[in-house]
C-alpha cells in the first residue's frame, strides 16, 4: 500500500516536472525567509531586495550541487549514466515543497515547518530516483543523502552568516548608544 502510494506521488511528480525555474524560484523563497530579520536591521529597500536575489541565488546553487552530487552516485555507484539537464529536469518536481520555504519565517514554528520542508523535498528526491530510474528505495536513499546533507551544509552556512552579519550591523549601530551617560 505504501509502494502504491510513493508511485501516485512520483507519477504526480514526473507530470509536475518543470526544471531549473522552479530550482531558482525555491532558492528564493529560501531567501524570503530572511525578508523579518532584514527589515529588522534596518535595511533600505534596496539593500533588502538586493540580499534576497543574492541569498536566493547562492542557495538555487547549492540546490544544483545537490543534483550534481546525485548524478554523479548514480553514475559511479548505480552504474546509470545521466545526463546533468535530464536529471535536474527529473528532480527539480522534487523542489515543490520549497516553495513554501517563505513560510519558515513564522514566529515560534519556523524550525518545525523548515524540517519538514526538508524532509518532503528529500522524500521526494527519493521517490523520483525510485521512479525514473528503477531503483529500490533504500538504494535511491543511499545515493541521495550525500548531496542532501552537503546542501543542508551550505544553506546552515549561509544562513548563519546571514544572521552573524546582521547580529554585528545591529550592535554596531546599538554600541554609541551604550556610550551615553
Given at each position: 500500500m505504501i509502494e502504491h502510494g510513493l508511485a501516485a506521488l512520483a507519477g504526480w511528480l514526473v507530470q509536475a516536472d518543470v526544471g531549473i525555474g522552479l530550482l531558482v524560484l525555491v532558492g528564493l523563497s529560501m531567501s524570503l525567509s530572511h525578508l523579518f530579520a532584514l527589515a529588522a536591521n534596518r535595511l533600505s529597500m534596496r539593500q533588502i531586495a538586493i540580499q534576497l536575489v543574492l541569498d536566493g541565488l547562492v542557495?538555487?546553487?547549492?540546490?544544483?550541487?545537490?543534483?550534481?552530487?546525485?548524478?554523479?552516485?548514480?553514475?559511479?555507484?548505480?552504474?546509470?549514466?545521466?545526463?546533468?539537464?535530464?536529471?535536474?529536469?527529473?528532480?527539480?518536481?522534487?523542489?515543490?515543497?520549497?516553495?513554501?520555504?517563505?513560510?519558515?519565517?513564522?514566529?515560534?514554528?519556523?524550525?518545525?515547518?523548515?524540517?519538514?520542508?526538508?524532509?518532503?523535498?528529500?522524500?521526494?528526491?527519493?521517490?523520483?530516483?525510485?521512479?525514473?530510474?528503477?531503483?529500490?528505495?533504500?538504494?535511491?536513499?543511499?545515493?541521495?543523502?550525500?548531496?542532501f546533507a552537503l546542501t543542508l551544509v551550505l544553506v546552515m552556512a549561509l544562513f548563519h552568516q546571514s544572521w552573524q552579519t546582521g547580529y554585528r550591523r545591529l550592535a554596531s549601530e546599538l554600541e554609541p548608544l551604550n556610550k551615553l551617560p
Amino acid at each position: 500500500m505504501i509502494e502504491h502510494g510513493l508511485a501516485a506521488l512520483a507519477g504526480w511528480l514526473v507530470q509536475a516536472d518543470v526544471g531549473i525555474g522552479l530550482l531558482v524560484l525555491v532558492g528564493l523563497s529560501m531567501s524570503l525567509s530572511h525578508l523579518f530579520a532584514l527589515a529588522a536591521n534596518r535595511l533600505s529597500m534596496r539593500q533588502i531586495a538586493i540580499q534576497l536575489v543574492l541569498d536566493g541565488l547562492v542557495l538555487s546553487v547549492a540546490l544544483l550541487l545537490n543534483s550534481l552530487v546525485t548524478m554523479l552516485m548514480l553514475t559511479l555507484v548505480a552504474g546509470i549514466p545521466v545526463q546533468p539537464s535530464h536529471l535536474l529536469n527529473t528532480l527539480a518536481a522534487a523542489l515543490i515543497p520549497g516553495l513554501f520555504y517563505a513560510f519558515v519565517a513564522a514566529p515560534y514554528i519556523s524550525d518545525l515547518i523548515a524540517l519538514s520542508i526538508w524532509f518532503l523535498i528529500h522524500l521526494n528526491v527519493v521517490t523520483l530516483l525510485h521512479a525514473h530510474f528503477n531503483l529500490s528505495y533504500g538504494a535511491a536513499l543511499m545515493l541521495s543523502t550525500p548531496g542532501f546533507a552537503l546542501t543542508l551544509v551550505l544553506v546552515m552556512a549561509l544562513f548563519h552568516q546571514s544572521w552573524q552579519t546582521g547580529y554585528r550591523r545591529l550592535a554596531s549601530e546599538l554600541e554609541p548608544l551604550n556610550k551615553l551617560p
